[in-house]
């Protein structure tokens, strides 16, 4: 019995896109949306007629969309994540270091 062997195409390397986004990317948008929505929801307040919430929810994400996209061109993949990652990142100075600029000692 023969084993049988079909040819499966397969790019791993390929990027994940939609909207010229990264998923990733899309997971912001929607964190935003949802976020603007509570906010709208509490100030209860309208621009021209239209519900703050729904303007906060619906067209600022859609506004992101593009601004993100001009963001992210030229940059590599994964390069919002890194950034955020960096950002939120504590800055951790050590207080053992030996000060460079004090040369004789603070109390005598």
């Not at 994940?16 to 935003?32: A, C, K, N, S, T």
């Not at 993100?68 to 207080?95: E, H, N, S, T, V």
Request: hydrophobic share 45%; aromatic share 12%; with cysteine.
């Amino acid at each position: 019995m023969a084993l049988e062997v079909t040819p499966v195409h397969r790019n791993l390397h390929q990027r994940v896109r939609f909207l010229y986004l990264e998923f990733e990317d899309l997971f912001l948008i929607l964190g935003l949306a949802a976020v603007l929505n509570i906010v709208g929801r509490f100030l209860n307040r309208e621009i021209s007629g239209i519900p703050l919430n729904i303007v906060l929810q619906y067209v600022v994400p859609l506004l992101a969309v593009p601004c993100l996209m001009l963001f992210k061109y030229g940059k590599p993949r994964g390069y919002l994540q890194d950034l955020l990652a960096w950002r939120i990142k504590p800055r951790i100075y050590c207080g053992l270091e030996p000060d460079r600029e004090q040369t004789r000692e603070y109390f005598y």
